[in-house]
Structure formats: structure tokens, C-alpha cells
């Protein structure tokens, strides 16, 4: 079996001869393969050792991550797995190769006085600037081998990453300046301030540092195309990525580092489908999301709406938003407006799930148990919540900028699209939240599955006569 990197970003990847290099910029392009690929340079150096992070434990061992695709590379090549006490593969001359999560700062300390040749970071727009300086004083050896730091990324315009790349990526579009990928540049930290020059001894008449402080440091960038055997085997993975929302299509199909979520960028009325004038009766499931607020915003110094968002999936797969409720009112009329919303959608759509959201904590699990009580009688359920708003509202968005969502016409169009277009700077997000809320749970049911917009149908030849 021969295991080689693939022509291209990716061999440049692993022949760089640079202290710290790192990769990617855009999915798909056979980052973390390349990352696996990395240390079996020194498989035959006994007293080498790597280790691999991740943000936490649960990424290393998902279906299809890390550990998953070390068993192609590593089993091949005679490394023996241990899960326990530490997940590690040893190979016969000794040299190993460990996972490890970094979750939170205080994990830093285990690391205390550790000497790791290698250190590699998949995902470092996940880990904070403190934990990548950190483990960079940990980056030392006594093996023969220059200690060394590799990373993979995705485009987080937010992200400490951007900033310390920036050399290589465009300020105007956020591209990455394809001339530039693979450029080594020399840097040194001082008083947690990173200074920055094209060769080091620039850097120490400009800061008058120690010349062995001095770090090499290149971005190497990639893209799906540039992973040809991902392509082959996957062809539907690039038309997946075409139908993420602007946002997530921009960062990772096109690599790019600027663009963030802004108001437009995730609904626009012109993507609607259609408006209808009554409701269709072809929808097979109904969901209703509630965002729930009774308490005065600090900012307006008004109560923040409670909103609840009528969403039905359609036999052919499209999405209908039949009504919205959205109404200011006290803790004690919140409940009320439910249980007489939920009469109304059961007097009109006979079988509507209503979807609540769950605070975190002692309060919200009985304030849950409470509203589940008050609503008998009613498909209810509720949920914690997590991540940020934009992300839960990414899937939805998805499917609404394809153009598979139909609206039904009605007195609160205008203000739930001008929320919607206005996401996420508007004040108020209770509208969208209820909606990402009653999207979200009609994914789950898996009814249909949503319509493939007719020009991906044409660009790919992959779903011809299927």
C-alpha cells in the first residue's frame, strides 16, 4: 500500500520546511488527512512524539473524524491503537502519535512541562490565541527532530486566526492571494504583541530580540478542488456546500475570511417562492416554534415579544409559513396566547406540534415540566438550546435562499420579514428563533426530503437518472 499526500496544496502542505504552517482555509480540502500524514515522516524515531487536538473529546472519535480515518492510515503501517488511558497509536520503532482535547483553559494545565516534538491543532479557529501560545512553549524535543506546530482551519472572520494570517488573505475580499499561499514569513512575540518581517534578521533590528525567538510561519491554502479523490468518490459533497447559506457557502466553498453574518445575508424577501393566498392542503406536518419573553429589554425598554412561528412542510418538500404570533405581553398572559394559539392551529390544522424552548438549569427544567402540564391535550414538547442564533438558524436559511419556502398572506408579513431581512443586527430575533425553532424540529421528522434546486440538477451530472 502506498500512502502518499495528494499533488498540490496538500504536498506543499507537508513538505514545508516552516516552524509553523497552516493549512486549509475551506472544506474539503483533505485537511485532517494531511494532518495524519504529518508525523509518519519520522515513523522510524523511536523517541519521536505527536500530538493531534481537537476542541474536545467527542470530535476526535465522530464518524469519520480523526480516529476513524488514523485506523485507514496508521493499521496499514503496523501502529498498534490505545484508547485508554489516552487515545495513542504506537508504531514498532516506538514513535507514537496522540489525540487530546483542549476544551477549556484550565485544560493547559495537564500539559504542564511536556515536550512534544510535533503539535498539531485541527480546527484551530476553535482553540483561543492563549491556548495555541501555550502549547507552543510546550513545542520542544530532545528527539533530533526541530520542534514543529501544524494546523488546519476553516475562515472565521471573528476568529484571532484571521488576524494572525492576514499577510495571506485578501482585506478587500477576504480571498486567500493564491501568489502568497506557501510564503514563508518570520514572526516574534513580545509582550503578547506579534511582531512580523520577511526574514529574521529583520525582526530582531526591528525589536531587537534573540534571533532563536524567532518563528517561521506560512498559510498554505486549499479548497475542495483541490481534493480530487474526495470529488471522485463524493460528487454530491461540493453540491452540499453550494446549498449551505451565504454565509457558510462563502467561508467554506470560496475560503473566505472576511465575510461575517450581516443583516440580508442570511433572508430576503425576494427569495420567497411564492406568496399564497390561502393556506396549501398538501402540507403533511406542521410544527409551531415559540420563542418565549415576558421580561423589559434594557435597550428599548420594551418587553421583548413572545413569537411563535407556523412552518408546515409540503408533499413535495417545500416549506409553508402559514402564521405568526407576536405579541408583548406579561409572564401571565404568555401561557394564555399559547394554549389559545394552539386551539386555533388544532381547530384549523387538526395535528400541529408545538415546539417550546427550555432554559437552562433547575428553572427552566421545571418551567418546561410546567407549560407541559398547562398544554395537556397538545403534541408539546421542549428543548435546551444551544448554540449561537445565526447557527441555529443556518439550516433554515439554507433552504429559504434556494428559494423552497412559500409564505401565506397575511397582517404580519411586513413585520416578520423586515425581522428576518434585518437578522441578526435587528434588536429583536424572537421571530426568527421561533421559526429556526420549528424548522429545526420539522428536519427531525424527516417527512420528505427537501427539494435539489433545478440549476444544481443541471450542474451536476451525478444526479442525472437517478
Known amino acids: 500500500m502506498i500512502i502518499r499526500p495528494q499533488p498540490g496544496p496538500q504536498e506543499t502542505f507537508l513538505s514545508s520546511p516552516a516552524d509553523i504552517v497552516i493549512y486549509g482555509g475551506a472544506a474539503g480540502g483533505g485537511k485532517s488527512y494531511a494532518l495524519l500524514l504529518e508525523p509518519l515522516r519520522h515513523i522510524n524515531n523511536s523517541d519521536f512524539g505527536a500530538v493531534i487536538f481537537r476542541k474536545n473529546a467527542n470530535q476526535i472519535f465522530s464518524t469519520g473524524g480523526l480516529w476513524d480515518t488514523a485506523v485507514k492510515i496508521y493499521v496499514s503501517l503496523k501502529g498498534k491503537p490505545s484508547r485508554s488511558p489516552k487515545p495513542t497509536w504506537r508504531f514498532p520503532s516506538g514513535m507514537k502519535v496522540g489525540f487530546a482535547h483542549l476544551e477549556y483553559e484550565k485544560d493547559l494545565y495537564a500539559w504542564q512541562g511536556s515536550q512534544i516534538a510535533m503539535i498539531a491543532f485541527d480546527e484551530l479557529t476553535h482553540f483561543s490565541k492563549s491556548q495555541f501560545f501555550y502549547m507552543l512553549s510546550r513545542n520542544r524535543s530532545t528527539c533530533g527532530v526541530r520542534p514543529y506546530v501544524r494546523a488546519t482551519t476553516n475562515p ?12 495571506w488573505w485578501d482585506p478587500k475580499t477576504g480571498y486567500p492571494i493564491k501568489e502568497r499561499s506557501g510564503i514563508i514569513r518570520y514572526m516574534v512575540r513580545l509582550n503578547d504583541v506579534i511582531h512580523w518581517a520577511d526574514t529574521p534578521q529583520q525582526l530582531v533590528e526591528q525589536t531587537e530580540c534573540d534571533l532563536n525567538d524567532c518563528k517561521s510561519v506560512t498559510f498554505i491554502a486549499s479548497s475542495l478542488k483541490d481534493n480530487q479523490i474526495l470529488m471522485k468518490n463524493d460528487p454530491g459533497y461540493l453540491a452540499n456546500l453550494k446549498a449551505l447559506p451565504l454565509v457558510e457557502r462563502e467561508r467554506l466553498l470560496s475560503g473566505n475570511w472576511k465575510i461575517k453574518p450581516a443583516a440580508g445575508m442570511y433572508f430576503k424577501r425576494s427569495q420567497i417562492g411564492a406568496f399564497l393566498d390561502e393556506v396549501p392542503n398538501d402540507v403533511l406536518r406542521w410544527v409551531r416554534g415559540w420563542d418565549l419573553a415576558a421580561t423589559i429589554d434594557s435597550e428599548t425598554g420594551k418587553p421583548a415579544a413572545t413569537a411563535g412561528v407556523l412552518i408546515g412542510k409540503r408533499k413535495s418538500g417545500r416549506y409553508v409559513i402559514a402564521d405568526v404570533v407576536n405579541v408583548r405581553l406579561s409572564a401571565m398572559d404568555v401561557r394564555k396566547t399559547i394554549k389559545n394559539t394552539a386551539l386555533m392551529d388544532k381547530a384549523k390544522y387538526r395535528r400541529v406540534k408545538i415546539k417550546l424552548p427550555q432554559d437552562p438549569g433547575q428553572a427552566g427544567k421545571d418551567q ?13 414538547m421542549t428543548e435546551r438550546e444551544s448554540g449561537s442564533k445565526e447557527a441555529r438558524a443556518e439550516p433554515m436559511a439554507a433552504q429559504w435562499q434556494a428559494g423552497n419556502f412559500d409564505v401565506v398572506l397575511g397582517p404580519w408579513n411586513e413585520e416578520y420579514l423586515n425581522q428576518l431581512e434585518s437578522f441578526p443586527e435587528s434588536v429583536f430575533k424572537d421571530m426568527v428563533d421561533g421559526s429556526s425553532s420549528a424548522f429545526n424540529e420539522l428536519e427531525k421528522g424527516n417527512t420528505s426530503s427537501p427539494p435539489v434546486p433545478t440549476e444544481v440538477l443541471a450542474k451536476h451530472s451525478y444526479w442525472n437518472g437517478r
Open 368 to 380: 418546561a415540566e410546567s407549560f407541559i402540564k398547562f398544554l395537556a391535550g397538545f403534541d408539546v
Open 156 to 167: 472565521d472572520a471573528d476568529s484571532w486566526v484571521a488576524e494572525f494570517i492576514q499577510w
